[in-house]
C-alpha cells in the first residue's frame, strides 16, 4: 500500500511517527465514458474559459477569488506556511467513550502504521487505550484541509477514523418526518417479534456486492449477443390496512426458512 500522509501522531508531549493508509478500497465496475455514435472513448480535457483552448496540467494553479475577478495564487508551499505544525501532525485533543459518537459523523477509515523506531510508543498507546475503553479525538491536515478524526485501536493496529463537522451534516427539519406514533400496540409487538427473530451476530465476511455480480452477468449476457435477462421486481408498496397482514407472513416465512 502506499502512504497517503507521513508525520507524527501527538499523545500529550509524545510524539509518535506514523504514516496513514487507506483502510477502504472500491470494488465497483468502472466504466467509461463513450460517443454514442460510434463508441470512441470520450476524454476529459481542461479548458481555459478566455480563449477555448485546452491548458496542460503543470500551466494550471489553484487560485482563490478573493473579489470578484481578481484571485490569489496559492502555491504547496503556502498550504504549509499556514501551520506547519498542523500540516504534520496527527494532535490527539482529548478522550471520550465511544458511545459518545453519532455514527452519522462517521466519514473514512484510515489504518496508522508506526514509522521507525516508533512501535513501543505505539503500542503503549494502542494498549492504553484498549485497557482505558476510551477513543481519542484528534484534529489533522489532510487535502489542505483540516478534519476531525477518532483514534482507536482495532485488533493490533490503531485506526484513524475521519470525522464529519456538525456543520457538514444538513438539516433535516425541512423533511416531513411523522412525530405522533400511529402504529397500534398489536402491530409493535409483531414487529418486535420480527426483529427478534431476525436477530443475528455480525459476520461482516457474510455480506458483499450481490448487485455488481448480477450486473457482471448482465454485461456477459450483451457482450455474448444475448438479450439481458431481468432479475427481481419492483416492490410493491404496503398498504397502511395491510401492515398487520404483513407481519405474520414475514414470520411465517422466516420460521419456514429456518426450518
Not at 29 to 56: T, W
Not at 98 to 116: A, N, R, V
Amino acid at each position: 500500500m502506499r502512504a497517503l500522509w507521513s508525520g507524527a501522531l501527538s499523545f500529550g508531549l509524545i510524539n509518535i511517527p506514523v504514516r496513514l493508509y487507506s483502510a477502504t478500497q472500491d470494488h465497483g465496475l468502472n466504466f467509461d465514458m463513450l460517443h454514442k455514435k460510434d463508441l470512441s472513448p470520450i476524454r476529459y480535457a481542461r479548458i481555459c474559459k478566455s480563449d477555448g483552448k485546452e491548458v496542460p496540467y503543470e500551466d494550471i494553479v489553484k487560485g482563490y477569488e478573493y473579489q470578484k475577478g481578481d484571485y490569489v495564487v496559492l502555491v504547496d508551499e503556502d498550504f504549509k506556511r499556514a501551520n506547519i505544525k498542523k500540516t504534520k501532525t496527527i494532535d490527539m485533543v482529548d478522550f471520550t467513550d465511544e458511545k459518545e459518537i453519532d455514527p452519522i459523523y462517521y466519514e473514512k477509515p484510515y489504518f496508522l502504521e508506526p514509522g521507525k523506531g516508533a512501535d513501543k510508543a505505539y503500542v503503549l498507546l494502542r494498549e492504553a487505550l484498549k485497557k482505558s475503553k476510551k477513543i481519542g479525538l484528534a484534529k489533522f491536515v489532510l487535502h489542505n484541509r483540516e478534519h476531525m478524526a477518532v483514534i482507536k485501536p482495532h485488533d493490533n493496529i490503531l485506526i484513524l477514523n475521519q470525522l464529519r463537522y456538525k456543520s457538514e451534516l444538513k438539516d433535516a427539519g425541512q423533511l416531513h418526518i411523522p412525530e405522533k406514533e400511529s402504529a397500534s400496540n398489536k402491530e409493535v409487538v409483531m414487529a418486535l417479534k420480527l426483529i427478534e427473530q431476525l436477530t443475528t451476530h455480525f459476520h461482516p465476511e457474510q455480506y458483499h456486492d450481490t448487485y455488481t455480480e448480477e450486473l457482471k452477468s448482465i454485461i456477459e449476457d450483451k457482450a455474448k449477443g444475448r438479450k439481458p435477462r431481468t432479475k427481481g421486481h419492483e416492490p410493491k408498496i404496503t398498504d397502511v390496512k395491510d401492515i398487520m397482514t404483513m407481519l405474520k407472513e414475514s414470520l411465517e416465512g422466516h420460521h419456514r426458512k429456518t426450518a
